[in-house]
């Protein structure tokens, strides 16, 4: 009797792992990420290492994601292929990594289609990629919803001659903005009156930057210090992930043109608690309430480019999606399995989610090639090494017959945690030398005026 007992007690206990499997399986998750650089390698590694991941895909990837996915040779702005793809692998959740398929509208050709009914966007709508798409756009909203930021005129070619009008109620140095996407080269800083006025008339009168500069939004300059805050949203709940400070100039002490970013610093040293009070109060909720009173769809990533002034946040743009290379900073910092937040956006359980973070410091410093960010060349072998401290993240790689090569302005973002910035930033540049492509170029100052900060 005993012995039959114990037959169906293991019976019972083999069932319910059987069915605790399946479980687990079920839930097990097919992901596709769109994008190519450093942000997507860096979504792609922490994706990798979801207990609830059955497939990672990235499209069209490049030599870093190759080692954790599998790479899709599609073009994120050709939907139908995309599309054609989620079916085929039987994707539940699509990543969307770059501005652009988001500001063209991905996620509203995707919502009206039945057969993706199932498939979960992480990123917004055509309209709440508004908030990056059109720098007027952005202002308005702010001033709809009592959010901080600097005082701003919009001039287009049917007002531009009161531009000047404008420039001089304003203190130089004169702040002048392309309205829509420039790859971060659409802002033009002037003390010079009469360049300011010859800035605005090339943006909307010479279209020197083509149909993004056809209104131009000029703002009054903030004198503070940038912050980058980001957070992620399923349009009614928020979490507020790490933040960052990037370095946009090519050149050291933040000389020279600017780039898509040289490096990144989290944490920062002068966003304390009472700061971040202020950055969720005046700025985050009033954000996402904004969304939701407007019915704006947006589930996915808020990026907040911040300016700290006297101690108080003002909101420089937004993005609507991960920083780069911001997001190769922050992501390793996220203890949490990132795939269950994309899991509660999916199921509007959001807030349900814990989020932990990593208490060390990470530093990106990111390896370009010669030349960048204006002309360069590709092509050009890399040796990474063998071992290192560091997560070198790759932005402009790939493979050609096994070999590694750059293929891109922004080649490599190495990553590296420590007790403190100057250890992590060690570990980043102990890598670097060890790393070799002709003609590599990296800023060796990156966090140069956090250290005052850190150390007072």
């Given at each position: 009797m005993a012995k039959v007992r114990g037959i169906v007690l293991i019976n019972s206990v083999v069932r319910l792992l059987q069915s605790a499997n399946f479980a687990t399986n079920h839930h097990k998750m097919n992901v596709l990420v769109l994008g190519s650089g450093g942000r997507e390698h860096a979504l792609a590694w922490k994706l990798s290492q979801s207990s609830n991941l059955q497939n990672l895909y990235v499209a069209p990837g490049n030599a870093g994601t190759a080692g954790l996915?599998?790479?899709a040779p599609i073009d994120p702005m050709d939907f139908d292929a995309v599309g054609a793809y989620v079916l085929e692998h039987a994707i539940n959740i699509v990543v969307v990594g770059p501005e652009a398929p988001l500001v063209a509208g991905i996620v509203d050709h995707f919502s009206t289609?039945?057969?993706?009914?199932?498939?979960?966007?992480?990123?917004p709508s055509a309209k709440g990629a508004q908030l990056e798409g059109s720098k007027e756009f952005a202002k308005r909203f702010m001033q709809r919803h009592q959010i901080p930021t600097a005082r701003y005129e919009s001039f287009t070619k049917t007002n531009v001659a009161d531009a000047a009008a404008f420039l001089k109620t304003l203190k130089p140095p004169y702040v002048i903005k392309a309205d829509g996407l420039a790859a971060g080269k659409g802002v033009i800083i002037t003390?010079?009156?009469?360049?300011?006025?010859d800035t605005v008339n090339d943006m909307i009168l010479s279209s020197a930057f083509g149909k993004a500069g056809s209104t131009v939004v000029i703002e009054e300059f903030m004198d503070g210090i940038e912050v980058s805050m980001f957070a992620i949203t399923d349009g009614e709940s928020f979490k507020i992930l790490p933040e960052a400070k990037d370095y946009k100039?090519?050149?050291e002490g933040d000389s020279g043109p600017n780039t898509g970013g040289m490096g990144a610093i989290s944490p920062v040293a002068f966003v304390n608690a009472e700061f971040m009070e202020k950055v969720k109060n005046q700025i985050i909720i009033p954000t996402v309430k904004g969304l939701h009173i407007e019915k704006i769809?947006?589930?996915?990533?808020l990026f907040f480019g911040l300016m700290k002034v006297q101690g108080d946040p003002f909101v420089v743009e937004y993005n609507c999606r991960l920083g780069d290379p911001e997001s190769e900073v922050i992501i390793p910092r996220i203890k949490s399995d990132?795939?269950?937040?994309?899991?509660?956006?999916?199921s509007g359980t959001l807030s349900e989610c814990d989020l932990e973070l990593d208490d060390r410091f990470a530093t990106t410093v990111i390896v370009a090639s010669g030349g960048y960010p204006d002309a360069y060349e590709k092509g050009k072998k890399i040796a990474l090494p063998r071992q290192s401290d560091s997560i070198v993240f790759h932005a402009g790689t790939i493979e050609v017959d096994g070999e590694l090569q750059t293929n891109g302005g922004r080649v490599l973002a190495v990553t590296s945690m420590g007790a403190d910035m100057d250890e992590a930033l060690e570990r980043s540049y102990s890598t670097i030398e060890s790393t070799e492509f002709d003609g590599m170029y990296y800023r060796k100052d990156i966090g140069f005026d956090l250290r005052k900060a850190v150390k007072s």
């Open positions: 996915a599998v790479n289609k039945p057969e993706f009914s199932k498939v979960t966007f992480i990123g003390r010079d009156y009469q360049e300011a006025i100039r090519i050149g769809n947006y589930k996915g990533f990132l795939l269950h937040f994309f899991e509660g956006i999916a």
